[in-house]
């Protein structure tokens, strides 16, 4: 299975400041098949990014992914306190689906 | 509107059955698959298994086979997670969430609003 690693654990920046999530996969994630999620405090999560950098669905566009293989990148341009949530990225280039870890944002 | 509506919290003693339910509106129920998806408290997201309703094609992850049962009954497009006995270490939120495509594997949207399950003596 595909390991996915996120870096780092949490993030405390200001509000306006830009925000890079790092998500590295243990393989080359196939076709670039990879998602990012934000869960908010008691909160389901909410697609943010699939296809590494197709936004979903009514996601402002100071969200953004990038990256291909192994490496990928989800960058919020101009963080806002409403962007305080846990990061998650997950595969699914292969069976079975895997998660990252996490990144928690802090506003300060 | 696709909406994805999860049984209410759950308490249970180790030992006992349970078996919570996600219900699926909005859209063709057979033609979609929904997965199933742990968060111990604290922690992460861990992907569980995954069903097709239209032919109950069902997977499990690895670490998750044997120890639930994933279902479904299309006449009320409803997907069901349950277990035999619990345990102690079962206490986490549970959420179900729906692949975009008949493909699998697949990104999730959207995701149902989580049934808390505690198990506890």
């Known amino acids: 299975e595909i390991v996915l690693t996120q870096s780092p654990g949490t993030l405390s920046l200001s509000p306006g400041e830009r925000a890079t999530l790092s998500c590295r996969a243990s393989q080359s994630v196939t076709s670039n098949y990879l998602a990012w999620y934000q869960q908010k405090p008691g909160q389901a999560p909410r697609l943010l990014i699939f296809g590494a950098s197709s936004r979903a669905s009514g996601i402002p566009d100071r969200f953004s992914g990038s990256g291909s293989g192994t490496d990928f990148t989800l960058t919020i341009s101009r963080l806002e306190p409403e962007d305080t949530a846990v990061y998650y990225c997950q595969q699914y280039g292969s069976s079975p689906l895997t998660f990252g870890g996490g990144t928690k944002v802090e506003i300060k | 509107e696709v909406q994805l509506v999860q049984s209410g919290a759950e308490v249970k003693k180790p030992g006992e059955s349970l078996k919570i339910s996600c219900k699926a509106s909005?859209?063709?129920?057979?033609?979609?698959?929904i997965a199933w998806v742990r968060q111990m408290p604290g922690k992460g997201l861990e992907w569980m298994g995954i069903?097709?309703?239209?032919?109950?094609?069902?997977r499990y992850s690895p670490s998750f086979q044997g120890q639930v049962t994933i279902s479904v009954d299309k006449s009320i497009t409803t997907a069901y997670l349950q277990w035999s006995s619990l345990k102690a270490s079962d206490t986490a939120m549970y959420y179900c969430?729906?692949?975009?495509?008949?493909?699998?594997?697949?990104?999730?949207?959207?995701w149902g609003q989580g049934a808390l399950v505690t198990v506890s003596s």
């Open positions: 969430a729906r692949l975009p495509s008949g493909r699998y594997p697949n990104w999730l949207d959207p």
């Open positions: 069903i097709y309703p239209g032919d109950s094609d069902t």
């Open positions: 909005g859209y063709s129920f057979t033609n979609y698959w």
